[in-house]
């Protein structure tokens, strides 16, 4: 059976993007790596029956030109979605083993909440309540991300009366070649 390294969080960003400059930088090779933390909140209910939320904090490191695509819209507070797998880092300083877990994303979304870019930032383009997704991929973005055009999503929901599912024989025309 193969290995499955999967994660998908929802949290808010814990600082704003690039007030710290090691946040966002270029490899010698020229990709973009951009790294932030999140906190994520989960409730658990305790032995007395209250519920309190416990926090738990995750580094994630976000790729190529997805960080580009992000980095005006990464502020404290911003609520994102990550998607992507786990990453064990090991190092050794001054002869102690260090190792630490984080998340390489494969795609954000950007959620509600929070405050939103700095006004130097474009802002984005959406009609209604779409969330922005990025990939590293330029091939997987949403067609109406492409480009400076966003063209107005259709509705999700179906607008017309649904049609009788299973109607009469006069459904169908006669002269069909089957």
Sequence with gaps: MTDINHVLVIGRLTRDFGADPRTFFYTTGGTACAKV??????????????????????????????????????????????????????????GQNFSKVNIVANSVQLLGGGTSAPESAPA???????????????????????????????????TTAPQQQFGGGDDFPEDLPF
Excluded: C, H
């Design 37 to 94: 933390s999140i906190a994520v909140n989960r409730s658990v209910k305790q032995s007395d029956g209250q519920w309190t939320d416990e926090v738990s904090f995750f580094d994630v490191t976000i790729w190529g030109k997805t960080a580009e695509n992000l980095k005006p819209y990464l502020v404290k507070g911003k609520q994102i979605a990550v998607d992507g797998y786990l990453k064990q880092d090991r190092w050794q300083k001054d």
């Design 124 to 158: 984005p383009q959406n009609y209604g309540r779409v969330q922005e997704t990025y990939r590293d991929n330029p091939s997987q973005v949403p067609p109406r991300m492409q480009g400076n055009y966003m063209q107005p999503q259709q509705p999700a929901y179906q």
